[in-house]
Nanobody, 121 residues
Framework: QVHLVESGGGLVQAGGSLRLSCAASGRSFSSNTMAWFRQASGKEREFVAAFTWDGAIFYRDSVRGRFTISRDKAKNTVSLQMNMLKPEDTALYYC???????????????WGQGIAVTVSS
């Protein structure tokens, strides 16, 4: 059974930093994409960042330059370093893995439970 478990969320002041991590178990994702999405209260889930199996990296425009995605294929993990956080970054953050027709669309077969990030002004 495949599990994705996120960690590292919490409450931070605007301008601060957090590092999210996602550990996958049950199968290897070394040949797949691993990604982060987020969902703010009352809004649709949106793409944040992705790291493909061949090393391509994608970010949504609003986080580019502030967030950095990284992955460790050997450990089957993906991380998201979030700097210069803003109140509008407040959301539940989800780890996703597998293959999606479009990297930025939420068509991934495997998802974590989500972890809360709250940025106070």
């Amino acid at each position: 059974q495949v599990h994705l478990v996120e960690s590292g969320g919490g409450l931070v002041q605007a301008g601060g930093s957090l590092r999210l991590s996602c550990a996958a178990s049950g199968r290897s994702f070394s040949s797949n994409t691993m990604a982060w999405f987020r969902q703010a209260s009352g809004k649709e889930r949106e793409f944040v960042a992705a790291f493909t199996w061949d090393g391509a990296i994608f970010y949504r425009d609003s986080v580019r330059g502030r967030f950095t995605i990284s992955r460790d294929k050997a450990k089957n993990t993906v991380s998201l370093q979030m700097n210069m956080l803003k109140p509008e970054d407040t959301a539940l953050y989800y780890c996703a893995a597998g293959d999606s027709e479009y990297v930025q669309e939420p068509g991934y077969p495997y998802w974590g439970q989500g972890i809360a990030v709250t940025v106070s002004s």
